[in-house]
């Protein structure tokens, strides 16, 4: 196992910033540390870290206690979402700092710290950019010698503090492919901290969830997408609707209009609602366009049901969208392919309208 | 560019000038004509025919004020002033001054600065108040402060000696079997503090305090901790961050408040004044000895000295203005 945290917590004043983590990062895979802002995930980073105590738990890596180590002797690299680069140095100067300031006996020799910051460069895909300085570098290109800089001293882990977060959408990409791509030849034991799902579901082995201090759910990206343990990561991981319905007779029934306590609420995803301008089978919901957006090419449409007035959204593509648009967009029907049910008798298979 | 210039729709056309010009007014008046006069005077520069050629006026000069007109042969003035060997002394002292106050407080100054910027503790927006407290009273009450601590009337005078013999602790006696206070045994061994260089060292150290950190504060706040932390992840220990991550970020801004702190230290006059004891030769600084000087009538070699106290600041100013350039510089590049 590469680093394990058990019951870990960190309180800021009365303020719970981690309760009770419990968590076991796998040796070689890349982590993500996913949830909202103020879910504490950036704490429980730097506490792996160092850079915050715990007020109580401990961390081991690779089955070695570090709870007590100081940072400089934990043998992380750390990547800060703004750079964190030294001014005052040249890019050859930052990704040499760690080498350099060895103490004498373990310090390799200029030669041998010359042949690794190239070799570094090469790989972050920055050569001939050795002397200059971070002020002349874009987003990206900070953030790759950031990264260099961290793998000069060869960590045994890596953490990552949203490394894009400051970056805009383009590079944003790039970089994410990079990450992983750069992660598949080193297999560096890897953590990174991030709020945005989809760079998480992108470049991670495993999710974790964070909210309000407390893990809400682990798995591979799949598994958490596929089958949200519960309504909070259903939310966060992708748009939703919330559509409330009522068992009867292990059916479950659309066409209540007032919700009691006990009505299980659906989960459903934009992109599992389907339009239809007739009700072939008679599982649509007649309902009527609201407004539509084009997002290249998909088409995210508000429908708005005609018994109820319940609003949807749904996501089409536009080949779909462009099929329909021709017909009367105030009687059309919709149809929910996938639904999720957070109740006690979850069990179903079926509804009616 | 051909782009016409731009209308500018913010103020009446005249406003522009009219600030531009009561200020520069001001300035010439109240600033730059005292600074020439000082340097005038002191190398008898013959003010009234200067003025008369300037103003235009031709025979008949106006008359000056008899201070401008009592001085004798200025160049040779000068120079037997910086001669004077009461002159030389004042001169040494504040120099002396300036390098004991300078490093001491560049020292705490940056300490101070850490501990506020690096840590949160109970009690910090008080220390942050306290850094200013030199700034807010006057230089006189700070020089009383000394006087109040280290005077004969002072506490020190209230503190008594005691002994350690035959195994009892006992009060320090004199040979008239009086007790020995704390001042009493600093006077007989020739520590005198107060009416003496200590007393002005100190009274400097405390007018002077504030500029170091005060301006090391907003820097550092704005320098972060990012900076720092990635240092300690690869490896850093305390001193190498300090010196080959902080301070380099910090330099200008240290500097800055160093030339302040020697500007300060080198034109104290109140503090040292009441600290002092005016004893000619040992414990006058330069502006003490130019109003002693002043006061003696001895209008030349006043000017002499405070030439060249002007000078001090006049060079301090501009190498302040670079300062201000390169750090302008640096926040925006």
């Given amino acids: 196992m590469g680093i394990e945290i058990s019951n870990v917590s960190k309180y800021f004043g009365d303020f719970a910033a981690l309760d009770g983590i419990d968590l076991k990062i796998p040796d070689g895979e890349l982590t993500a540390l996913l949830g909202p802002s103020g879910s504490g995930k950036t704490t429980l980073l730097r506490i792996i870290a160092g850079l915050e105590t715990p007020d109580q738990g401990s961390i081991r ?32 100067e930052n990704i040499a700092f760690g080498l350099r300031i060895r103490p004498r006996k373990s310090r390799p020799d200029k030669e041998t710290i010359r042949a690794k910051v190239e070799r570094l460069l090469d790989m972050v895909q920055l050569n001939g950019m050795a002397r200059r300085f971070p002020s002349e570098l874009s987003g990206g290109q900070k953030q790759r010698v950031a990264l260099a800089r961290a793998l000069a001293v060869e960590p045994k882990v890596l953490l990552l503090d949203e490394p894009f977060g400051a970056l805009d959408a383009k590079v944003r990409q790039e970089l994410r492919r990079w990450l992983r ?61 919330l559509f409330h319905a009522r068992f009867e007779e292990g059916v479950l029934s659309l066409r209540h209009r007032e919700k ?32 539509h957006k084009v997002l290249g090419n998909r088409v995210r449409v508000t429908l708005k049901t005609l018994e109820g007035d319940r609003e949807a959204e749904a996501e089409i593509g536009k080949k779909e969208w462009n099929a329909l648009k021709g017909n009367d967009l105030d009687a059309i029907y919709l149809r929910i392919l996938e639904a999720k049910i957070y109740a006690p008798n979850e069990t179903w298979s079926d509804y009616v309208i | 560019m051909n782009a016409p210039a731009l209308k500018n729709c913010l103020e009446p056309r005249w406003l522009r000038p009219l600030l531009i010009a009561v200020a520069l007014l001001f300035l010439v008046v109240f600033i730059l004509l005292p600074l020439v006069t000082i340097f005038s ?30 001085l004798g042969d200025g160049a040779s003035v000068y120079r037997a002033a910086l001669d004077d060997a009461e002159v030389r002394a004042a001169i040494r002292l ?54 109040l601590i280290f005077g004969a009337s002072g506490w020190l005078n209230m503190v008594d000696l005691y002994t350690f013999a035959d195994g009892r602790i006992t009060k320090l006696l004199d040979a008239d079997g009086n007790t020995v206070t704390l001042y009493k045994w600093l006077m007989a061994h020739d520590l005198k503090i107060v009416f003496a260089v200590p007393g002005i060292f100190l009274a400097t150290l405390f007018v002077t305090f504030p500029f170091v950190a005060r301006e090391l504060i907003p820097l550092m706040q704005e320098m972060g901790k990012d900076d720092e932390e990635a240092a300690l992840t690869l490896g850093a220990s305390g001193w190498q961050l300090f010196f080959k991550v902080t301070l380099p970020n910090i330099k200008w801004g240290l500097l800055y408040g160093v030339i302040l702190t020697s500007a300060r230290a080198i034109g104290e006059f109140g503090a040292v004044a009441v600290v002092s004891g005016n004893v000619r030769g040992e414990t006058t600084t330069m502006p003490l000895y130019i109003e002693i000087l002043y006061g003696e009538y001895q209008f030349a070699t006043a000017f002499a000295v405070a030439s060249l106290l002007t000078l001090i600041a006049l060079v301090t100013l501009v190498v302040k203005a670079a300062i201000e350039y390169v750090l302008k510089k640096q926040r925006t590049g």
């Avoid at chain 1, 180590?69 to 703004?82: A, L, M, N, S």
């Avoid at chain 1, 969830?209 to 343990?229: A, F, H, R, S, W």
């Avoid at chain 1, 519960?230 to 748009?239: A, D, H, I, S």
Wanted: glycine letters at 8%; charged letters at 20%; a negative charge.
């Fill in chain 1, 61 to 92: 890596f690779f089955g070695e206690d570090a709870t007590q180590k100081r940072t400089r002797d934990r043998k992380v690299g750390f990547v800060f979402q703004h750079y964190a680069l030294f001014k005052h140095m040249t890019i050859f």
């Fill in chain 1, 181 to 241: 791509y750069l992660h598949d030849e080193l297999h560096i034991t890897s953590v990174f901290v991030t709020h945005d799902q989809e760079e998480a579901l992108e470049v991670s082995d495993r999710i974790v969830i964070l909210n309000k201090g407390g893990i809400e759910q682990i798995g591979t990206p799949e598994e958490v997408y596929d089958n949200p343990v519960n309504p909070f990561v259903y939310g966060f991981l992708g748009n939703v609707n």
């Fill in chain 1, 260 to 291: 009691d306590d006990g009505d299980p609420t659906l989960f459903i995803r934009p992109h599992d609602i389907s339009i239809a301008p007739d009700n072939a089978d008679g599982k649509g919901i007649a309902a009527r366009v609201l407004t």
């Fill in chain 2, 41 to 70: 005077q002191a190398l008898d520069v013959n003010l009234q025919d200067y003025l008369a050629a300037a103003l235009g006026y031709e025979g008949a000069t106006p008359e000056l004020p008899p201070l401008f007109a009592s």
């Fill in chain 2, 94 to 147: 504040s120099l002396f001054t300036v390098l004991f106050c300078v490093p001491l407080n560049t020292f705490f100054g940056v300490m101070l600065a850490w501990a506020i910027t690096k840590f949160d503790f109970r009690g910090k927006n008080l220390l942050i108040s306290l850094i200013e407290l030199p700034f807010a009273i006057s230089p006189v009450i700070a020089g009383l402060i000394f006087i």
